[in-house]
T-cell receptor, first 112, second 111 residues
């Protein structure tokens, strides 16, 4: 069956360090992958999109990698700040179904 | 621009009651979506629309109906609410099928 897995355990890191979040998937052939940020009580906010033929994408302190062989995406936040504390969702667009499928999200806590 | 707005923000229903959730977007987006978010389940697609007058089923459509009579509005209806429909409902819109813009959510409790 098709699965998207994000680490359900919260990630706690110290301010200034790099946070790395993982998104693994099985039985998908995603055309592209997206990352969203969700704060408590709010809707998700789009951050980055990476296509299947791209290895890496950057936006300010954010970096996303996409390895279709390993079926994995890594999301990095460099020089993390307490304001980066939130839940981060990965989402795959499947060409087969034409729909965006979301992972459960990983909560990041950045401590000052 | 207000982006995506949802009405109401909170609602409590009794089992068997009906209600309609309204989603509005002012970005002239073709695509609109309704999701529900439950603890440990992530976001699940209920219904979606690829343009005015169209609707299609998502992952969990049972117990819900939708209508897209105007491009800017997408309505989600619950005809006979059940406790299993207690959830947070998010509407989203997008210009293409790529990045989606989400509303603030509606927290629904069915007792």
């Amino acid at each position: 069956s098709q699965k998207i897995e994000q680490n359900s355990e919260a990630l706690n890191i110290q301010e200034g360090k790099t946070a790395t979040l993982t998104c693994n998937y099985t039985n998908y052939s995603p055309a592209y992958l997206q990352w969203y940020r969700q704060d408590p009580g709010r809707g998700p906010v789009f951050l980055l999109l990476i296509r299947e033929n791209e290895k890496e994408k950057r936006k300010e302190r954010l970096k996303v990698t996409f390895d279709t062989t390993l079926k994995q995406s890594l999301f990095h936040i460099t020089a993390s700040q307490p304001a980066d504390s939130a839940t981060y969702l990965c989402a795959l667009f499947s060409s087969n179904t034409g729909k965006l499928i979301f992972g459960q999200g990983t909560t990041l806590q950045v401590k000052p | 621009n207000a982006g995506v707005t949802q009405t109401p923000k909170f609602r409590v229903l009794k089992t068997g009651q009906s209600m309609t959730l309204l989603c509005a977007q002012d970005m002239n987006h073709e695509y609109m979506y309704w999701y529900r978010q439950d603890p440990g389940m992530g976001l699940r697609l209920i219904h979606y629309s690829v343009g005015e007058g169209t609707t299609a089923k998502g992952e969990v459509p049972d117990g819900y109906n939708v209508s897209r009579l105007k491009k800017q509005n997408f309505l989600l209806g619950l005809e006979s609410a059940a406790p299993s429909q207690t959830s947070v409902y998010f509407c989203a819109s997008s210009r293409t099928r790529y990045e989606q813009y989400f509303g603030p959510g509606t927290r629904l409790t069915v007792t």
